[in-house]
């Protein structure tokens, strides 16, 4: 284990914004990540994991070891009459494991189709598209304490997910090297097909009981014709949150932004398409030098050759001042923000 110095950090984030990390080194396995966190123990230094970077923003560069996670392995623990659990190591491609479990006949992940990023990060901000949230499927995961090289498990109530949340972007931040993911998937063909452009798709394709296949098909579908492909254009998916209000808020809201959509959530507040309202304040398409908004995606943040997360982070803060003057509502940036 030799971390390599003043590594470049541009073709490790989706935004392929330039930066550079103090110590960088590959884990792939779990002797690799004790020794990296003993090395940096020793030296003081932060450390942090990095799965496929979409979703981080490098607003410069990181004083810190970080960990690119690529261990590999997914691995059947039990069987039963219709579940089975799979072992999964952080650093597998997400999308490829998505895949890999339809074709095995293990279903409750097609919704989940085309999320970039690593098997070990799905956790952080409990990913979630279609309708469907990674904690729908989680059992409990592995972990390495940062601070004194640890195993600890976490279940689900451990996990305290949310929308987009949990308590590694909360009180556990920064503090534990997810290392393995346990799933509990069904043998039988589930399918939940209930999001509306889901449903309108099926609908438009006159397809009235669609199969586990046909769900994932749709989603990888739909996902390749709305969302810019980092490869070409480089992103972070989704910038914001979409914006969780009190019926109070909400009401106050209806007042100015007249139109927009909300969608109910258990606990009796509001969810408002983010997207919308940046769209409505005039910044879809929004270019300044090379960093912009897309023109298709109001809630896509593009890094158009500037490859500087500063300016990226100036924009956003912008749209962010724009949405806050016009409507009164506070938006949250997604992705994790590092080196600013
Ligand atoms: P990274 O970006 O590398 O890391 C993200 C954070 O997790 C960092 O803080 C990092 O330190 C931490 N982390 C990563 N791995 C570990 C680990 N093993 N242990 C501890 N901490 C770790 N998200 C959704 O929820 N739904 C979507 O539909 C969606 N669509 C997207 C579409 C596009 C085009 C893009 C670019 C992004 C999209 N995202 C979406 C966001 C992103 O794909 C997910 O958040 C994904 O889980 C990030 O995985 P990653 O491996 O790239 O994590
Ligand atoms: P969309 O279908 O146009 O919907 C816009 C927004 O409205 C979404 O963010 C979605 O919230 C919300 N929404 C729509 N119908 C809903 C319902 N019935 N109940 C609750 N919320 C509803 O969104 P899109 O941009 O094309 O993305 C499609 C899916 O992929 C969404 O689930 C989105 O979250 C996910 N995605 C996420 C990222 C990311 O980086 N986080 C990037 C691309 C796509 P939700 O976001 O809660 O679903």
Same mark, same amino acid.
């Given at each position: 284990?030799?971390?390599r ?7 490790y984030?989706?935004l ?9 080194v ?6 690799d990540?004790?020794d ?17 970077g ?6 410069g560069d990181?004083?810190a ?25 952080? =650093?597998?491609?997400?999308?490829q ?10 279903? =409750? ?54 929308y987009?949340? +949990? ?13 393995a993911v346990e ?7 589930v ?7 889901? +449903? ?7 397809v009235?009981?669609p ?7 749709a989603?990888?579908s ?15 998916? +989704? ?7 009190t ?7 209806a007042v ?25 304040c005039?910044?879809?398409g929004?270019r ?12 896509v ?5 500037d490859?500087?997360g ?15 003057e016009?409507?009164g509502?506070e ?7 590092? =080196?600013?």
């Amino acid at each position: 284990m030799q971390p390599r110095s003043g590594a470049p950090l541009q073709g490790y984030n989706t935004l392929s914004l330039d930066a550079r990390a103090e110590a960088f080194v590959e884990i792939d396995t779990d002797r690799d990540l004790l020794d990296a966190l003993a090395w940096a123990r020793d030296r003081q230094l932060p450390v942090v994991p990095l799965g496929e970077g979409s979703n981080v923003v490098l607003a410069g560069d990181l004083d810190a070891l970080v960990l690119h996670m690529a261990s590999r392995g997914i691995e059947v623990l039990e069987r039963a009459d219709d579940t089975v659990i799979l072992r999964v190591a952080a =650093g597998e491609n997400w999308h490829q494991l998505v895949t890999w479990c339809l074709d095995a006949g293990f279903h =409750g992940l097609e919704n989940l189709a085309l999320i970039p990023g690593t098997a070990g990060a799905a956790p952080i901000q409990n990913i979630g598209a279609y309708g469907v949230e990674f904690d729908s499927v989680f059992l409990r995961l592995h972990a390495v304490d940062m601070v004194d090289g640890s195993a600890r498990v976490f279940d689900r109530k451990a996990c305290a997910f949310g929308y987009r949340d +949990s308590v590694f972007k909360g009180g556990l931040r920064d503090r534990l090297v997810i290392t393995a993911v346990e799933l509990q998937l069904s043998t039988r063909p589930v399918v939940d097909v209930r999001y509306p452009s889901l +449903s309108d798709f099926f609908e438009m394709a006159g397809v009235a009981a669609p199969a586990p296949q046909d769900v994932y098909d749709a989603v990888v579908s739909i996902r390749s014709s709305r969302l810019p492909d980092p490869l070409l254009e480089p992103n972070a998916g +989704s910038f914001f949150k979409n914006p969780v209000l009190t019926p109070d808020e909400m009401r106050k809201l209806a007042v100015t932004a007249q139109g927009i959509t909300c969608y109910p959530q258990p606990d009796g507040t509001l969810k408002v398409p983010a997207a919308w309202l940046i769209e409505r304040c005039g910044w879809k398409g929004h270019r300044r030098g090379g960093t912009g908004i897309h023109d298709r995606h109001a809630l896509v943040l593009v890094n158009h050759g500037d490859n500087d997360g500063g300016k990226l982070l100036a924009l956003a803060a912008d749209v962010a001042a724009s949405v806050r003057e016009t409507y009164g509502v506070e938006l949250e940036i997604e992705p994790r923000v590092y =080196g600013a």
